[in-house]
């Protein structure tokens, strides 16, 4: 038997994890799907003592005597979020997020994303590769999953808050699982972005006849089968997040929200079924921050958390997609439901497409090999 101590990666530059099929978006949601049914069976692993932790995030002080050192203005993200995935992925990494508002002003995306995939064993690394396209699309999956298990089979109304990458991803994701929508009722901040979201869907999705630009998140909202609220903003005053009213939601609407989120006292009644894409995340995070929690992260399902502690949800009425994915808890139960849904982003998403584009790299012959060590100088 002859051994190497070699070690080889495989480096993914953007281009080269497109031609990988990063950007398939119905193989994306087909593998989150199963990514769900191994996280109902526990055969995952994130960071934190439960093992659900979104991940290990740099903060840095309002005021330091370091002149050099980052502000906290909006945004400003610098994260490690690792995770091993069991089953036919077997596979752990890390993806590491740099992220500041301010990177718009000089050309550049939002966040800036590096993701490697390492061999659970030996910890070697597999894969080094671009993630902003990985992370994108993994985030508009999610919702896929939840309209695939959740929406109307007759969905035919999107109502989009945020013509942005995240919006783009999430409309992607609800077109590859409700093939009937033919509407698009959209809001956005500028007209720049609206005229490059517009043009975006008319070459895209030719099936989507009426794009309706409107003026209010109200608006948004009426008349929607799926509702996604994907806009980023200043955490801190949940009276400032995109709100929903009961009154403005469609019976037999399906929200999937995976950004900032407030609700009303309507929306908080047990009528309404509440499904989270992991319950631990939420406890993770709900233990790891400041009381009320929803003022330091703004997703609805932190929201759900603080409903918990004040005693005004029952905790066995917060659904996991995992359990509903497995065939455990039941779909849609009736057209009349409605259902909101929170999307907080995971580790192991990232492990779970990483790992299906790594090895249609490798099929594909695509990437760059490169070298660690021919034999490690210390061992």
Partial sequence: M??????????????????????????????????????????????????????AMITFPKDSPFPSMPKPTA???MMAMPAYLGGDFCTAGVKWYGSNIANRDKGLPRSILMFTLNDPDTGAPLAHMSANLLSAYRTGAIPGVGARH???????????????????????????????????????????????????IRETYPQITTID???????VVRGSDLVTYCTSGETGDPSSYPLVKREWVKPGAFLAMPAGCSIDSGMERPDVRKVVDNTGLYEAWFEELPKPAHNHVPLVGVR?????????????????????VAGVAPGRLDDEEIII???????VEDVAWGTVVYRQAVERGVGVRLNLWESPALS
């Fill in 75 to 77: 945004d400003r993200r």
């Fill in 213 to 219: 630009v409107v003026d209010s998140i109200e608006a």
């Fill in 304 to 324: 759900f958390m603080d409903m918990i502690a004040e005693g005004s949800l029952p905790a066995e009425q917060l659904e996991d997609i995992g359990k509903i």
């Fill in 150 to 200: 959740l929406a109307r089979k007759d969905s035919k109304v999107i109502g989009l808050l945020g013509p942005g990458v995240m919006g783009k991803t999430t409309v992607a994701a609800f077109m590859a699982v409700c093939p009937q929508v033919n509407t698009l009722k959209l809001k956005g901040r500028g007209q720049k972005s609206l005229d490059d979201f517009t043009r975006w």
């Fill in 341 to 347: 849904m929170s999307v907080g982003g995971m580790p």
């Fill in 2 to 55: 002859t051994t190497t101590t070699r070690i080889d990666f495989l480096y993914l530059s953007e281009q080269d994890m497109i031609r990988a099929g990063v950007t398939d978006m119905l193989a994306c949601v087909n593998t989150m799907e199963q990514m769900f049914a191994l996280l109902h069976h526990g055969d995952y692993r994130m960071a934190g003592p439960n093992s659900d932790s979104h991940g």
